[in-house]
């Protein structure tokens, strides 16, 4: 299993500020962004006007999705400074390419570009990796700003290569390998904490162009809260689920034209009850009741679906207590609490959805259209279960996210999450918002549900590479 599919990339929930000066070079930063992107990272890029004439914004501003730091003089939407905002919040600050000429305003601590600003407010380590003809890097001038970055900023230098240049010569001056500039970025940050994990801190992110209505004619099931199961009129066993996720994903598929069936338990947020059908229930058992009759109208063998689409985002317990009191338990009398296992409600749904019995026996054709299945698993620490949930409850994707970090999980309004997938492609995605999280995963399930519709409902499900 690869660290992506854990959900330990090396540079997980880190946010990554990439400075891009005037080089020739420019171009390989595009590359780096993916690279540090595929570890994990949430970057954000920093241009100086030279190396916005190499390579546009709107290429780093697609693929960081975050808008791209140009103007020294231009606050944000919300009005703050945006390469302050970057200094402040960023675990590391890369430059890469890094001119002849940025070496040499950062030794003299010229703040006149984004670039420079936010290396000079930052205190965040910085890691620079220079890019320029062989005689401008051999320069005296060159080697005493890079040896002042070095010794006295204490900056960590990826020392430039070996080979042939832009200006048709050969000699050091190419931009290092990207990967050694991931390694050095790695290096320096391993054992330390995100420093900010608050998305609300953080560069804004670039505005999402609106979702199209890729769910229109869609019946998209949602369930959301957790569960409380009673030990006495009283008394539940709960959990700190609040519903926001759930919500959210609800909110996201009726904003795309889906028709949405909330099966809520315990929320503590609004419920679109204007706009979706909602359901309210309380144990595990009535979840249990409501799904089915949402699914497949009521407990037994359907061969057709009534809906497109299941998000199991409810936290649904695991345990119930075996007899429930009728009447309110008193201290004197003592607790001695038999709990039983509950059904695993996803992996039910996944196989009457299949044509399975209990046993996990093919004794029906799976029902049609087939049908989509999300489900969530809540871990603490390692993420390593989660492929093989994904495997074992024969859902479609599994949305894992590791409840106990900052910023993710149970009250938050954001969450980091990995998506699993059963067609071979996972994807780590940094911290968001839980209503981008729920896009993400609606996106996901739109392309899904079209390429069923193009292949024929007789075909098997695949999912669109995006
Ligand atoms: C085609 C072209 C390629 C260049 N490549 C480099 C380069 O690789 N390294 C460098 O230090 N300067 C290079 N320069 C010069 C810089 O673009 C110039 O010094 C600029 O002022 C740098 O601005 P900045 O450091 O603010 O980005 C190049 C210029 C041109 C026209």
Known sequence: ???????????????????????????????????????????????????????????????????????????????????????????????????????????????????????????????????????MWTHPATQSNVAR?????????????????ASGQSGIGRLAELPAIVEAVVARLSGTAVRQPDAAARPPLAPTAPRDADLTGRHVVVTAGGTR?????????????????????????LNRGARVTLIAADVSVALPEDRARVVRVETTGELRGALLDALFGGAGSPATARFDALVMAAAV????????????????????????????????????????????DETRAPVAPRPFLVGFAAETGSLDRAADKLRAKGVDLLVANDVAEAGSGFGTDTNRVVILSAYGASEGLPLLPKREVADRLLDRVAAALDARDAAGQTAGMQEVSR
């Open 1 to 135: 299993m690869t660290d992506r599919v854990r959900g330990r990339a090396r540079l997980d929930g880190r946010l990554i500020a990439l400075g891009v000066t005037g080089s020739i070079a420019a171009y390989k930063a595009v590359e780096l962004l993916r690279l540090l992107a595929a570890e994990g990272a949430d970057v954000v890029v920093l241009l100086s006007p030279s190396a916005a004439r190499f390579v546009g914004p709107l290429t780093f501003e697609a693929l960081s999705r975050h808008p791209v730091e140009t103007e020294l003089m231009e606050l944000l939407p919300d009005g703050r400074i945006g390469h302050i905002v970057i200094a402040d919040t960023a675990d590391a600050v890369v430059v890469a390419p890094a001119t002849a000429h940025w070496l040499g305003a950062m030794a003299n601590g010229l703040a006149g570009d984004v670039v420079t600003a936010a290396c000079l407010a930052t205190s965040a380590p910085v890691i620079v990796a220079p890019a320029m003809d062989g005689d």
């Open 317 to 360: 317990s695991d345990f119930a207590p075996v007899r429930p009191a009728g009447r309110k338990l008193v201290r004197s009398e003592g607790l001695n609490l038999e709990l039983e296992a509950t059904p695993d409600l996803l992996a039910e749904v996944a196989r009457i959805a299949h044509g399975l019995d209990a046993a996990g």
């Open 229 to 253: 199961e009673p030990i006495d009129p009283v008394r539940f066993i709960g959990n700190r689920s609040t519903g926001k996720m759930g919500v959210a994903i609800a909110e996201a598929a």
């Open 149 to 165: 970055l070095r010794d006295a900023f204490g900056y960590a230098i990826v020392a430039p290569e070996s080979g042939p240049l």
